[in-house]
């Protein structure tokens, strides 16, 4: 051919050509490539496994038997992940059958630029090139270099981060940023272990980097009040990984439609999508069947829930229903309803001097009268941890039900609701990196098929005449109506992203996070934590003398520090402990050491001034 080829990347430009270059124009218009050749090239590439560099194994257009992508309906190319989504590689959407072309690359541009590789050797981003996909154990997007992996894995005990630096880039150097660890640890997510437990660690790379993880969610490189966003206030909702937001655009791109029961591709794709959300949600409680995981708006719809359809049928004049002197304002309101209406009577759980519930007191309350018992796992005002095992195991002695409250549980520590014994839990997505206005309700099959549904109209009925109407069973009884369907599938991809950063990792981080931030706060003399329960989560709850909570949420706000103020829904538990409001920092994974001394920073500068702002 007479045309110049194209130049190879990273050629001279154009410009570098000799000025006087010929250029002949053919007879007849030629294909400037060779088609077989093109041809041999494109077989080649699309042979290519595109993510294998990153330890993914790309899917193939249908689920293999046995997969977990393969959904109770068998549709496989339906289920959330399963399509490449666009712009996370460039050139993968040039795939045939990808969702978009290459233009659309451009409103992805934020997700694609370029970040410094982590100090442990994790790629860019920590999530996986495909959404709600799971990838290979022990892969590169688990934040474990492939070149520690072998040496991690034999090590025993429960510990995770094996070094002095607390989840950020190992330098061999690098000084402990908490202070010594208590003689006596005590975990809220693990017993403490012995000492000869703690393996040993010849590299000094941690495998979990923070860093890695915080590129994952874009909200995070935002500025306010001029600075680095800093947000302290997990406890009210929690950020969303790009994941989850690619998930759900995805959704609203190629699958929008009601599910079940429509004869069309697009119904098919989006029962598939919404089914295998529930299946994540199983799975991640230790659920032992999916039709006990049932979708609501989040915890408050899941007590209402269960307290005008269990309650209404189970409670009647004289019963009693305890509750905890912790629990949110959600898990108060709904019973105080329940027990007016039925002339039953509330029960309250009291609590010592720390925020720790008193088993003693709570064992006095329980008798022949009890009907349920709820309590939550974690205090959204004190992160007390709640010892839900002996409540659950007395409360069945008196032949009561619980429900667990754990929206602020799910995200700290691992939950199995077998080993937890209780009749119900119920959790808010948007607590655990997914979608607001979707939440879980799980119960056992016995109790939930014995409870009349709570709402009626479409999706969950089987038959309907004028004279009478015969519902679906479990979990579509309680579905009733277009539930949410994408941030179902929004809270299915959230799931996943916790796993492949492993929900144990993130329990340990925390904690120490929780550690170094109570003994920061706690070194300042004009402060007084409010909740010192021996194991807690990831809420430290303070105030600050000579200051209200607004004016300290207000400074800290001038330095792009988020936190809550005010009674945080639990207005009792504070007057417990006669304030009626705190400042209230609440700590995730993608939280670092340096923003705990940015916060406790502005603390101290306001506790030296002199004059009282109270």
Avoid at 134 to 147: D, I
Avoid at 292 to 309: D, P
Avoid at 489 to 508: E, H, K, S, T
Wanted: net charge neutral; with cysteine.
């Amino acid at each position: 051919m007479n045309l110049f080829p194209a130049p190879a990347l990273g050629a001279a430009p154009a410009a570098n050509l000799p000025a006087a270059a010929p250029f002949a124009v053919p007879d007849s218009p030629q294909p400037p490539f060779d088609p077989a050749v093109l041809a041999r090239l494109a077989t080649a590439f699309f042979a290519a496994p595109p993510f294998a560099p990153h330890g993914v194994q790309a899917p193939g257009n249908i689920a293999p038997p046995g997969s977990p992508l393969v959904s109770p309906a068998g549709f496989g190319p339906g289920l959330p992940g399963t399509p490449i989504p666009q712009g996370q590689l460039p050139g993968t959407n040039l795939i045939p059958a990808a969702p978009t072309n290459v233009l659309s690359l451009g409103n992805r541009a934020p997700a694609l630029l370029p970040a410094a590789q982590a100090g442990n050797g994790a790629p860019d981003k920590a999530h996986g090139a495909i959404p709600a996909y799971e990838p290979r154990a022990g892969g590169a997007f688990l934040g474990v270099p492939q070149a520690i992996k072998a040496a991690l894995a034999p090590r025993p005990g429960p510990f995770y981060f094996l070094d002095a630096v607390h989840g950020e880039p190992g330098i061999a150097d690098a000084p402990a940023r908490s202070p010594a660890p208590l003689s006596t640890p005590h975990y809220y997510f693990v017993a403490a272990p012995p000492a000869s437990a703690a393996p040993e660690l010849t590299e000094r790379s941690p495998p979990f980097d923070v860093h890695a993880v915080r590129r994952d969610f874009p909200i995070l490189q935002e500025r306010v009040n001029g600075r680095q966003l800093v947000w302290f206030d997990n406890a009210a909702t929690t950020h969303k990984p790009q994941a989850v937001v690619d998930r759900i655009a995805h959704f609203y791109a190629h699958e929008n439609s009601n599910i079940h029961r429509a004869a069309h591709a697009l119904a098919a794709r989006a029962t598939d999508a919404y089914e295998g959300a529930r299946q994540r949600v199983r799975r991640f409680l230790n659920a032992p069947a999916v039709e006990e995981v049932i979708f609501v708006r989040g915890t408050t719809e899941a007590i209402n829930l269960v307290a005008k359809s269990w309650g209404a049928q189970y409670v009647g004049q004289g019963d009693e229903i305890i509750v905890s002197h912790l629990e949110h304002h959600a898990n108060i309101v709904p019973w105080q309803q329940l027990a007016a209406a039925k002339g039953a009577t509330l029960r309250v759980i009291p609590v010592d001097d720390t925020g720790q519930v008193l088993l003693d007191e709570y064992r006095k309350l329980l008798n022949r009268r009890t009907r349920i018992v709820a309590v939550t796992h974690v205090s959204n005002a004190l992160g007390t941890v709640t010892p839900i095992r002996e409540i659950v195991e007395l409360a069945h002695r008196a032949g009561a039900r619980v429900l667990v409250d754990g929206a602020q549980s799910v995200s700290h520590m691992r939950i199995d609701v077998q080993a937890l014994g209780a009749d119900f839990f119920v959790f808010s997505g948007h607590k655990l990196f997914g979608p607001t206005g979707i939440g879980v309700l799980w119960g056992k099959r016995e109790v939930l098929e014995n409870m009349p549904p709570w709402q009626g109209g479409g999706n969950m009925i089987a038959d309907v005449t004028f004279e009478k109407t015969r519902y679906q069973p479990i979990p579509n009884k309680f579905e009733a109506g277009t539930g949410n369907i994408a941030d179902a599938v929004g809270l299915g991809a959230a799931i996943d992203y916790i796993g492949r950063i492993g929900i144990d990792n993130i329990a340990r981080y925390e904690h120490d996070l929780l550690e170094y931030g109570m003994r920061q706060l706690g070194a300042i003399r004009q402060v007084r934590l409010i909740g010192t329960a021996t194991g807690k989560a990831s809420v430290i709850s303070f105030v600050l003398a000579g200051h209200s909570t607004a004016q300290v949420g207000q400074a800290l706000n001038d330095e792009g520090i988020a936190v809550r103020t005010g009674h945080h829904c639990a207005q009792p538990i504070l007057r417990r402990f006669g304030v009626e409001s705190t400042v209230r920092p609440s700590l995730a994974f993608y939280n670092t050491f340096d923003e705990i001394d940015q916060l406790a920073a502005v603390v101290k500068r306001l506790a030296q001034h002199e004059r009282s702002f109270a």
